[in-house]
């Protein structure tokens, strides 16, 4: 769609004047944000760590996503702009030197900070140049007996394409030369005339061999030393140090390490008329191998590094150099495991243990299923628990009156108890019916197997739905009641069924049996599986059908309720803005004087401030303990105020290209809650930053004690928890008390 199909007022910015921002660039601000938090000396030193860790891991699916979309542009001739500007030459440069500015202050904080930081706390990460001679024997008795046996070198021949080094995979390069004996230089010519067979003619020049890190060892080494501390190394130095071992009658003149991160936008063709797992199931092979987008090396100034550049076929503008380890990922394990960083020794460096409340419990004599009919039930992620959620889809397992449940999965996680109680369902006679999402990136090979699993005990299976991801977030239960009565039991959220992911990202999620819901609810199940055409629900709205246009019209519907005495709100807090239509109306609304507050976790494409086109408008962003990943939106509609959850993101990719779900919160009390939910956010002036229009994110000025949303939520939850847990103790002494039963 484009923005001319939505008509609405002109906007009258100055001739000349960009008014967005360019996604990629966009995305590179909100990782140096995450960065904020590992340079900040008020977080926990193994929480900075695992801040480090995260802003690697999303650097590589940057490149392996976005940046080789890019290039994929670029190889096919597009070099139109886009509507920041940009085209794809230009922003490549302009992503270069951005991302090359977060790799330096990522890895100077490393070295400088928190390193030397953790080593006097007790956990130090020796590098090789520091190794003590006792170090040295250790390691290489370790590196002989545990490493050298799965280590496999690869010869590269000039005449030859570079051998594979996999996608994300750490690779250690070896200069070699050919060793000479002490009697002369035809010493061993006998000896290694059958040596020189395995790197071709001998022609006098160096070699070039590299050898995988294996990737399912451990990535630190614990060293032996006096005192309670650790002392640890990098399986990558071993195999740098020791990897000479495997080129006997070679000398090692140069080493370095390197990582080669692939091309992981392409997708399957969903037009093969074979079997489309099947086809998946090739995309994934084929990932490891796909086109080298980026190269991460270590900063060695040597000739090594350019045979490597030119062997793999990159520009300068496609290697970042790092002074340190080139994968800092697994440092996430460091700060984690329970046999490292994440051990009990070590707590005073991590953040509190905040473990879930209870978010609602079903009493003695009670059942979920009355629970949910007395009243719309709302949890909210990481603070409360997720057990509701797989209680609910056990219970519907176990319940003989349970006739069919209905899911969506999105991601989900390894030993998932959602998809244990699905199989179970199915065994136990419940009709299944389950569209799994194969499409959903870098977790396909996951949801194959669950997929395969769920068939095999008996379930409805559907791969998702032809060009479009099934990213909305639903659960469906049918159940017969007494009478005979058939009712239906929905849960709608904002985040992924993934127990693991609930306890670090935050959501809401909705458990409701309100008919017209429910009913809605049906209706899409029956559109995703079936022959059913998209058709307007009463309550819910879907993408790519609906959703774009009723925000649209209900931005537009502000705007028109709007009036100097009593001026409209929008109020919306999204991982994402990068719809141009919304982002135009969201100015048409500016323009009119409504009240545009949004919270925006990552991408923004909207430009706040600018004179005479986006004054109204404020963009603050969270990044903190726990990843914002809550969709909520607010329109205050004349003082007739509606609030609606979404598991989409205003992205173009979201209402136009996936199947996503928007719902209302009709109970007023649960309305009345998330519009706390969201005033906090804007509140928040200790982890909160504001979007000038120039493009810079700046803190928000602090008051007298700095206010953090995070840290509110989980006192609320606590205190609403205790409340609960009083009011339960006092009911049940009133019903035990003489003459009160009934």
């Not at 001739?15 to 966009?26: D, H, K, T, V, Y």
């Not at 020049?205 to 630190?220: E, S, T």
């Not at 394990?333 to 460096?349: D, M, N, Q, R, T």
Request: charged content about 25%; overall charge negative; proline content about 5%.
């Amino acid at each position: 769609m484009t923005g001319a199909a939505y008509g609405g007022t002109s906007l009258s910015a100055k001739p000349g004047i960009i008014q967005f921002f360019n996604r990629e660039l966009s995305w590179l601000e909100f990782n140096a944000r995450v960065l904020e938090e590992a340079l900040d000396p008020a977080n926990p030193l193994l929480e900075r760590l695992k801040f480090l860790s995260i802003v690697s891991t999303n650097f590589d699916e940057f490149f392996m996503v976005r940046v080789a979309a890019l290039k994929a542009a670029l190889r096919s001739g597009d070099l139109g702009s886009d509507a920041s500007g940009q085209t794809p030459e230009t922003l490549l440069g302009a992503i270069a030197e951005r991302s090359g500015s977060i790799y330096e202050r990522q890895y100077r904080c490393l070295r400088t900070e928190l390193l030397p930081a953790l080593a006097a706390a007790g956990i130090t990460l020796v590098e090789s140049s520091r190794w003590t001679p006792q170090d040295r024997r250790f390691l290489e008795g370790k590196f002989m007996d545990s490493i050298f046996p799965v280590l496999t070198p690869l010869a590269v021949e000039e005449d030859r394409e570079f051998p594979t080094t996999g996608n994300l995979r750490v690779h250690a390069a070896f200069s070699l030369s050919r060793t000479r004996a002490e009697g002369g230089a035809g010493a061993r010519a006998d000896e290694t005339a059958g040596d020189a067979a395995c790197f071709g003619a001998d022609d006098g020049g160096p070699r070039l061999a590299v050898v995988q890190i294996p990737p399912n060892c451990d990535k630190f080494i614990r060293m032996p030393g006096e005192g309670p501390g650790l002392r640890l190394a990098l399986i990558d130095d071993l195999v740098e140090r020791f990897g000479g071992a495997l080129f006997p009658g070679w000398t090692v003149e140069e080493t370095l390490l390197f990582k080669v991160i692939r091309d992981a936008d392409s997708g399957v063709d969903e037009e093969r008329d074979d079997d489309f797992v099947a086809a998946m199931e090739e995309l994934l092979a084929g990932r490891q191998n796909s086109w080298p987008v980026h190269l991460v090396v270590s900063d060695h100034a040597c000739p090594l590094v350019d045979r490597i550049v030119a062997a793999l076929g990159f520009g300068e503008d496609d290697i970042t150099r790092v002074q340190g380890p080139v994968e800092l990922r697994s440092f996430m394990e460091l700060a984690s495991s329970e046999s490292l960083g994440g051990g009990p020794a070590f707590a005073a460096l991590r953040y509190e243990s905040w473990p879930p409340v209870p978010s609602f419990e079903v009493p003695e004599g009670s059942s979920i299923w009355e629970e949910i009919a007395k009243a719309d039930r709302l949890v909210h992620l990481p603070w409360e628990s997720f057990d509701p959620v797989i209680k609910f889809l056990e219970a519907a397992a176990d319940d003989p009156q349970v006739l069919a449940i209905r899911m969506t999965l999105y991601r989900t996680s390894g030993n998932s108890p959602i998809v244990r109680a699905l199989t179970r369902a199915a065994r136990n006679g419940r009709q299944v019916t389950v569209v799994m999402e194969l499409k959903a990136r870098f977790d396909e090979e996951r949801n194959i197997a669950w997929a395969n699993r769920l068939e095999q005990a008996g379930a409805i299976v559907t791969c998702g739905v032809a060009r479009l991801k099934v990213h909305a977030k639903a659960v469906l239960v049918v159940r017969r009641e007494e009478g005979g009565m058939i009712r239906r039991y929905l849960h709608l959220s904002t985040g992924n069924y993934n127990e693991r992911t609930a306890r670090l990202y935050t959501d809401l999620s909705l458990f409701t049996c309100n008919e017209e819901l429910c009913r809605d609810a049906s209706g899409f199940f029956n559109m995703l599986t079936g022959w059913s055409a998209a058709r307007d629900f009463s309550r819910l709205v879907a993408a790519p059908f609906a959703l774009k246009t009723e925000l649209i019209a209900l931005i537009e519907r502000e705007i028109q309720r709007s009036s100097p005495e009593i001026p409209g709100l929008i109020q919306v807090k999204l991982n994402a803005l990068a719809d141009i239509d919304v982002i135009k109306a969201l100015y048409r609304a500016s323009q009119a004087g409504v009240r545009v507050r949004l919270n925006v976790r990552g991408v923004c494409l909207l430009k706040p401030g600018l004179r005479g086109l986006s004054e109204n408008i404020q963009v603050v962003s969270v990044v903190g303990r726990f990843l914002e990943h809550t969709r909520i939106m607010r329109f205050g509609n004349g003082g007739n105020e509606e609030i609606y959850l979404s598991s989409a993101d205003w992205m173009s990719r979201n209402l136009e290209k996936r199947v996503e779900l928007m719902f209302p919160l009709l109970d007023p009390r649960i309305r009345e809650r998330v519009a706390g939910i969201l005033d906090a956010y804007f509140r928040d002036d200790a982890k909160a930053r504001k979007l000038g229009p120039d493009g810079l994110w700046k803190r928000v000025p602090r008051g007298g004690s700095a206010y953090s949303a995070q840290d509110d939520f989980h006192e609320e939850a606590r205190r609403r928890h205790e409340l609960e847990e009083r009011n339960d103790r006092e009911e049940l002494v009133v019903r035990r008390l003489p003459g009160t039963e009934g």
